[in-house]
């Protein structure tokens, strides 16, 4: 099953304890929108999928069960020190919805993306 669409990504907040001075650099990378596109398995349950956008360009890989899809985002190429995280969703007859968090390598960029994706024809 092919599902395809966008996500929009803005900054997110990271939380430090009291006694740690460090703090995210600002930087407006990752701030935006991008797509998003899955494929699942319908035997495995595996999932596949690129990012393009804002965050990417990225791969996908995870798992689809019980109406739920996980997975991690990485790199099509590891060297660039691009967005790298997770994504959490929602799988439904209608479409998909979700939440990325994802960060640069250096921690440098902190993001969180909603997507929403529609069955793919």
Known sequence: TAWKGTYTSAEAVLTLPADVKWRVPETPAGVGDGTLALDVD???????????????????????????????????????????????GDLGDGGAHGTLHVTLAEASAVRRATFDLAPAP
């Open 42 to 88: 319908p035997a495995t349950g595996r999932v596949r999928g690129t990012l393009d956008g804002v965050l990417g360009p990225a791969t996908v890989e995870g798992l689809a069960a019980d109406g739920h899809v996980t997975g991690a985002v990485l790199r099509k190429d590891p060297r660039d020190h691009g967005f790298t995280g997770t994504l959490a």
